[in-house]
């Protein structure tokens, strides 16, 4: 599955991504705001995260910037996605140090989550560590709202639980599958299974 937004290109990641991700992620500012990414993150880890098996209903992209001009191609900036965190819904992102303060989180996360409304998610949730108010600022610009509660998250980098902040979003409805996703993006295809 692939997403088209105003300026970025979402897409699943390839073996062959294994050194682009590296070179982008291998970042202690980035990865100890991620619960799961072990820190230092080698090649191994990258490869690893690669070959994950896809899920179409928790389907998790690069996050990539096309090139504009005479350089083909598009360069990664970050990566977002799905997954399944004490047995709902979760979004998560990351946006490389180099990208921060462009709004490429944003777009990524509402793209990401527009998304998740299309699959037919009727409940959404996201955190961010305490210490980490940028990405309390992202979850509300997209629509998520706070719950009220401050659970303590493990971070794997951190080799500790951290303090974090709860968000939501509670669709009204299914979102329609018409390709135009309304939020600034729109799935332009999938790559077969």
């Not at 390839?14 to 682009?20: L, Q």
Request: aromatic content about 8%.
């Amino acid at each position: 599955m692939f997403i088209r937004s105003e300026r970025l290109f979402l897409r699943p990641g390839w073996p062959e991504d294994r050194d682009d991700l590296l070179a982008r992620i291998a970042d202690e500012k980035i990865v100890r705001n991620l619960s799961t990414v072990p820190w230092p993150y080698t090649g191994e880890d990258a490869g690893r995260f690669l070959m994950l098996p896809e899920d179409r209903f928790l389907p998790r992209f690069l996050v990539t910037k096309p090139n504009v001009g005479a350089e083909p191609g598009a360069r990664l900036v970050g990566g977002a996605g799905l997954s399944l965190l004490d047995g709902e819904v979760n979004l998560g992102y990351w946006i490389a140090p180099g990208e921060w303060g462009r709004g490429y989180a944003t777009e990524a996360a509402r793209a990401v989550l527009n998304l998740a409304r299309t699959l037919g998610h009727r409940r959404v949730v996201a955190s961010h560590y305490i210490d980490n108010a940028a990405s309390g600022r992202v979850l509300e610009k997209v629509g998520f709202r706070r719950t009220g509660r401050v659970i303590e998250r493990f971070s794997k980098c951190r080799g500790h639980a951290v303090p974090s902040r709860e968000f939501e979003v509670v669709f009204d409805a299914p979102g329609q599958c018409d390709g135009d996703d309304g939020m600034g993006g729109s799935i332009i295809g999938r790559r077969a299974a």
